[in-house]
């Protein structure tokens, strides 16, 4: 069946990095565009980032841009967020999520992973 | 950025009710935008596309509505697993997630 599934979280200190990977199945992931959404505890939604199906184009939250990177494999079905320089503000649960449309995903996210948690604390 | 405002941020409802959240955006972003529902624990299922769109499998007592700035969600009648946080989020411009309604049983 489509599925997500996000991996990489864990506990770490504020100015260190972290990789995140979120693997797909069930669909033509080479496809679709996606994305990284992230949740503080308690808090809502907050949009990350955005990949195109192809790689070629990627957009950041201005909360992240210049410290976060998207990035794909289509070979191996696999998105990756790359998190440099943490914060205490970027301790959430982090959600990979599909674009609905084929293309560049700005639009409905369908498909969801369960999530993974990222705490940054000394 | 296109800013989202929901209202209520919070709202409680007996079963069988009539339920209506609202988001409004900070500009016309014509018919862009979904509705989501979040339970405890759980990734968002999205409920709502193009404003008024019903995703496949979701029950037909939710709908939406509106273009432009103002948008409607509604539940027709209330059943307790709809018991969640709900968000709008737009699409003209990237994205944004409106803060989220919380919904709870009276």
């Known amino acids: 069946q489509v599925q997500l599934v996000e991996s990489g979280g864990g506990v770490v200190q504020p100015g260190r990095s972290l990789r995140l990977s979120c693997a797909a199945s069930g669909f033509t992931f080479s496809s679709y565009g996606m994305h990284w959404v992230r949740q503080a505890p308690g808090k809502g939604l907050e949009w990350v980032a955005v990949?195109?199906?192809?790689?070629?184009?990627?957009y950041y939250a201005d909360s992240v841009k210049g410290r976060f990177t998207i990035s794909r494999d289509n070979s191996k079905n696999t998105l990756y967020l790359q998190m440099n320089s943490l914060r205490a503000e970027d301790t959430a649960v982090y959600y990979c999520a599909r674009g609905a449309v084929a293309g560049t995903g700005l639009d409905a996210f369908d498909i969801w992973g369960q999530g993974t948690m990222v705490t940054v604390s000394s | 950025d296109i800013q989202m405002t929901q209202s209520p941020s919070s709202l409680s409802a007996s079963v069988g009710d009539r339920v209506t959240i609202t988001c409004q955006a900070s500009q016309d972003i014509s018919n862009y935008l979904n509705w989501y529902q979040q339970k405890p624990g759980k990734a968002p299922k999205l409920l709502i596309y193009d404003a008024s769109n019903l995703e496949t499998g979701v029950p037909s007592r939710f709908s939406g509505s509106g273009s432009g700035t103002d948008f409607t969600f509604t539940i027709s009648s209330l059943q307790p697993e709809d018991i969640a946080t709900y968000y709008c989020?737009?699409?003209?411009?990237?994205?944004?997630f409106g803060q989220g309604t919380r919904l709870e049983i009276k």
């Open positions: 989020q737009q699409y003209d411009n990237l994205t944004t």
């Open positions: 990949i195109w199906y192809d790689g070629s184009n990627k």
